[in-house]
């Protein structure tokens, strides 16, 4: 079966200071990946979706980054963090079909200081 | 621009009656939807799914019905229980994409 490992679970970082958060699938191949954010009392904001390696797309521009140097890799990162990049982040996989349920990590809580 | 709309951040429903989340969307390109539920500090949890070519689906206690002219959707929990007390997110795609656009989110507490 398949699963999603995502870590650290909390990360509390001050500002200004870089950010990797990794996030990988076991037991697929060729996975869609996608990195998303909740902010407090928000919904799901989509950051960055990736469908095959070396690919990313960006759907809000802002300080943050995203890779995937492996097929089931998928990494968020930042130079420098800022207040506002306070909150749960969430990485999620589907199959590599257009009409699949998305599935999701545990999340990281990550506290800008 | 918010495409996909939850207006009911929270509900209260006794154990043992129905609860219905509802779902707004505004883009008529979207063909497939979905519900998810979450728990505190732990990611959301697929539920069920429903594709434009049809108006319901169930799984098990879980319903969920998609009116197209009304660009609105619904999951019905019948009957509710304790344990089903989360958020609920609603999220929609077109699938000539690969992206998912959730709703903001519904807090269902039911009441023992």
């Known amino acids: 079966s398949q699963t999603i490992h995502q870590w650290p679970a909390t990360l509390v970082q001050p500002v200004g200071s870089p950010l990797s958060l990794e996030c990988t699938v076991e037991?697929?191949?060729?996975?869609?990946l996608y990195w998303y954010r909740q902010a407090a009392g928000r919904g799901l904001q989509l950051l960055f979706y990736s469908v095959g390696i070396g690919q990313i797309s960006s759907e809000v521009p802002q300080n943050l980054s995203a890779s995937r140097p492996q097929d089931r890799q998928f990494i968020l990162s930042s130079k420098k963090l800022l207040l506002s990049d306070s909150g749960f982040y969430l990485c999620?996989?589907?199959?590599?079909?257009?009409?699949?349920?998305?599935?999701f990590g545990d999340g990281t809580r990550l506290s800008i200081l | 621009d918010q495409q996909v709309k939850q207006n009911s951040p929270s509900l209260s429903v006794q154990e043992g009656r129905i609860s219905i989340l509802n779902c707004d969307y505004t883009n008529s390109m979207f063909d497939y939807f979905l519900w998810y539920k979450k728990y505190p500090a732990e990611g959301p949890t697929f539920l069920i799914s429903i594709s434009s070519i049809k108006d319901k689906n169930e799984d098990g206690r879980f319903t969920v019905f998609l009116n197209k002219s009304a660009k609105h959707l619904s999951l019905h929990i019948v009957p509710s229980q304790p344990g089903d007390s989360a958020v609920y997110f609603c999220?929609?795609?077109?699938?000539?994409?690969?992206?998912?656009?959730f709703g903001t989110g519904t807090r269902l507490k039911v009441l023992a």
């Open positions: 037991g697929t191949s060729n996975p869609n």
């Open positions: 999220a929609a795609s077109d699938s000539g994409t690969y992206k998912y656009i």
């Open positions: 999620a996989w589907s199959d590599d079909s257009l009409v699949e349920p998305q599935h």
